[in-house]
């Protein structure tokens, strides 16, 4: 994969990805690892006869996951009087929430749930459903984040702005001492600001930080907006049929609160943690020292692989280097595709990194955040 990339070419996948501001990255071209990696994979699903996609085990928990949400908003919205109940079903709400966001959409988003694109485009929408945007979820994640993974100034997903230095590339600010202790607080904040302000602020400036994105035009403004009515309506208008004001306001909070801790820390230990890498293009040629492929699993580290609840939970998304190699491959096969992936990154001498458990790829995460934000570059 060449890894060019060029200006205004909307893409799903990394390779055909697109620069703005008339930046061009690439990626070195040896593409070896990828093709041989391709080729195992392939013969490991003829072999077996699983399939890529459409795979029940996906259908269910779906099923499960989205009947879940719908249950417990009915519970907490219409059906509970006390604080007792209240609170611990607005806490697995937002915990639902988040885990249709990695299970369901997560897929879809890449074409990786279905063959059917019809498929993938409804079930992508559950991110509409849960407050999100399925528009700027494409830029920021498929494009932005898959194509250039921990490259600063280009993944979106390592930028928090001056809150917080996730790079050794990015500036330093004396504060940053401290981000090991308030960056997690700041976490639990992010459902709120992503369902609030910043689908709306990224789209209407055209911009995720600094990378621009196109105004979403015809259904993709129609689902833009008609997403963001329905989920306000779910969250706010009908709730406040029923209860007070305030009383809708915390219990959002509390639900937005378990969806936010939820989700900023299962996105940050695959990348944000101390065994990934962070390198940078060439500054004369713009070139990356390694091609597409090696690249993502430089910058990318497991967790928990062996650890089925935390597997189910998560969607895969403890299988990160899995993911980012194939990311049009159903979730529900990465525990079984894990020994090829492994095997052919020991083949080729790529380092295939990861954590025993989720607690050592949050103390790893801990330790990283504590070193970016004492430390001026690498130590
Ligand atoms: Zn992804």
């Given at each position: 994969m060449s890894g060019t990339v060029k200006s205004r070419v909307h893409a799903t996948r990394g390779k055909e990805a697109i620069a703005d501001q008339g930046s061009v990255l690439k990626f070195d071209k040896n593409n070896d690892f990828q093709h041989e990696l391709k080729r195992r994979v392939?013969?490991?699903?003829?072999t077996t006869g699983l399939r890529q996609r459409d795979?029940?085990?996906?259908?269910?928990?779906?099923?499960?996951?989205?009947?879940?949400?719908?249950?417990?908003?009915?519970?907490?919205?219409?059906?509970?009087?006390?604080?007792?109940?209240?609170?611990?079903?607005?806490?697995?709400?937002?915990?639902?929430?988040?885990?249709?966001?990695?299970?369901i959409q997560h897929d879809?988003?890449?074409?990786?749930?279905?063959?059917?694109?019809?498929?993938?485009?409804l079930m992508s929408m559950t991110i509409d459903l849960i407050g999100g945007s399925s528009y700027v979820w494409h830029w920021r994640h498929a494009v932005f984040h898959h194509t250039f993974v921990n490259i600063t100034d280009h993944d979106t997903d390592v930028d928090l702005g001056f809150l917080g230095r996730l790079t050794p590339h990015q500036k330093h600010y004396a504060f940053h001492r401290w981000q090991h202790l308030y960056l997690w607080p700041l976490y639990g904040l992010m459902a709120i600001k992503w369902q609030l302000v910043n689908d709306f602020w990224d789209v209407g400036r055209c911009k995720i930080a600094e990378r621009r994105i196109p105004f979403p035009r015809g259904w993709d403004l129609v689902i833009f907006l008609g997403g963001k009515a329905l989920f306000l309506t779910l969250a706010f208008v009908i709730p406040?049929?029923?209860?007070?004001?305030?009383?809708?306001?915390?219990?959002?909070?509390?639900?937005?609160?378990?969806?936010?801790?939820?989700?900023?820390?299962?996105?940050?230990?695959?990348h944000a943690v101390e065994e990934a890498e962070f390198p940078m293009p060439a500054a004369d040629t713009g070139r990356m020292e390694n091609s597409w492929a090696v690249h993502q699993v430089q910058t990318t580290v497991n967790f928990a692989r062996n650890n089925p609840v935390v597997s189910w939970l998560l969607g895969g998304l403890n299988f990160q280097i899995e993911h980012h190699l194939l990311p049009r491959i159903c979730h529900v096969n990465y525990p079984i595709l894990a020994p090829v992936v492994e095997q052919t990154c020991r083949d080729f001498g790529v380092v295939y990194h990861e954590h025993r458990s989720l607690l050592a790829g949050l103390r790893s995460h801990y330790r990283w955040l504590?070193?970016?934000?004492?430390?001026?570059?690498?130590?």
């Amino acid at each position: 994969m060449s890894g060019t990339v060029k200006s205004r070419v909307h893409a799903t996948r990394g390779k055909e990805a697109i620069a703005d501001q008339g930046s061009v990255l690439k990626f070195d071209k040896n593409n070896d690892f990828q093709h041989e990696l391709k080729r195992r994979v392939d013969e490991f699903f003829e072999t077996t006869g699983l399939r890529q996609r459409d795979c029940w085990q996906m259908y269910l928990k779906s099923g499960i996951l989205l009947g879940g949400m719908g249950l417990l908003y009915v519970l907490l919205v219409f059906y509970t009087a006390t604080w007792w109940v209240a609170v611990p079903l607005a806490l697995a709400l937002g915990f639902v929430m988040a885990l249709i966001g990695f299970n369901i959409q997560h897929d879809a988003g890449h074409q990786a749930y279905s063959d059917y694109g019809w498929v993938n485009k409804l079930m992508s929408m559950t991110i509409d459903l849960i407050g999100g945007s399925s528009y700027v979820w494409h830029w920021r994640h498929a494009v932005f984040h898959h194509t250039f993974v921990n490259i600063t100034d280009h993944d979106t997903d390592v930028d928090l702005g001056f809150l917080g230095r996730l790079t050794p590339h990015q500036k330093h600010y004396a504060f940053h001492r401290w981000q090991h202790l308030y960056l997690w607080p700041l976490y639990g904040l992010m459902a709120i600001k992503w369902q609030l302000v910043n689908d709306f602020w990224d789209v209407g400036r055209c911009k995720i930080a600094e990378r621009r994105i196109p105004f979403p035009r015809g259904w993709d403004l129609v689902i833009f907006l008609g997403g963001k009515a329905l989920f306000l309506t779910l969250a706010f208008v009908i709730p406040m049929l029923f209860h007070t004001w305030w009383v809708v306001l915390l219990y959002y909070g509390l639900a937005a609160l378990a969806m936010g801790v939820t989700l900023s820390i299962v996105f940050q230990l695959a990348h944000a943690v101390e065994e990934a890498e962070f390198p940078m293009p060439a500054a004369d040629t713009g070139r990356m020292e390694n091609s597409w492929a090696v690249h993502q699993v430089q910058t990318t580290v497991n967790f928990a692989r062996n650890n089925p609840v935390v597997s189910w939970l998560l969607g895969g998304l403890n299988f990160q280097i899995e993911h980012h190699l194939l990311p049009r491959i159903c979730h529900v096969n990465y525990p079984i595709l894990a020994p090829v992936v492994e095997q052919t990154c020991r083949d080729f001498g790529v380092v295939y990194h990861e954590h025993r458990s989720l607690l050592a790829g949050l103390r790893s995460h801990y330790r990283w955040l504590r070193r970016m934000g004492t430390v001026e570059g690498y130590a």
